[in-house]
C-alpha cells in the first residue's frame, strides 16, 4: 500500500505570514484637513474633495490597526492600464509610513491629474 499526502491546507498560515485580506467597514467621518463630511461606503478611506486621509490602517486596508492617526497627505498618483483607474500614494505626516490606495467614488478629478502630473 503507498502512501499518500494529503493536499496542503490552502487556509492555514505559516508562521509570520501576514494575512493582506481587505476589511471592509462602513464609516462616515470628517475630513482631518478640510473639514468634508464624508459618508463612508465601506470602502471610503479618503476624502473624496482633497483626497487627504487618515492614517488609520496599518497592513491590511480596513484592518484599523494604526495607532499613529496622523494625517495622511497624497504624494502621487499613478493610472492602471488594467481597469484606468488611478491609484494613490500616501505618506503619513506623522509617522511617514506609505501606504497606496485606490482612486474611491467621486474622487476629485483635477487633484487627481495634477498628482498624476508631479
Not at 473639514?35 to 492614517?55: N, S
Not at 500616501?90 to 474622487?107: A, L, M, P, Q
Request: glycine residues 8%; positive net charge; aromatic residues 10%.
Amino acid at each position: 500500500m503507498k502512501n499518500f499526502k494529503s493536499p496542503p491546507n490552502p487556509s492555514s498560515k505559516k508562521r509570520g505570514e501576514i494575512k493582506k485580506n481587505f476589511m471592509r467597514i462602513k464609516e462616515n467621518f470628517v475630513c482631518g484637513n478640510c473639514g468634508f463630511e464624508v459618508v463612508g461606503d465601506g470602502y471610503t478611506d479618503h476624502c473624496p474633495k482633497c483626497l487627504w486621509g487618515k492614517h488609520v490602517d496599518e497592513e491590511i486596508p480596513g484592518d484599523r490597526a494604526s495607532d499613529c492617526r496622523g494625517l495622511m497627505e497624497p504624494m502621487a498618483a499613478k493610472l492602471q492600464s488594467a481597469n484606468f483607474k488611478y491609484k494613490i500614494e500616501y505618506k503619513c505626516t506623522k509617522c511617514r509610513h506609505r501606504f497606496n490606495v485606490r482612486e474611491g467614488e467621486g474622487d476629485d478629478r483635477e487633484i487627481l491629474f495634477k498628482l498624476a502630473a508631479e
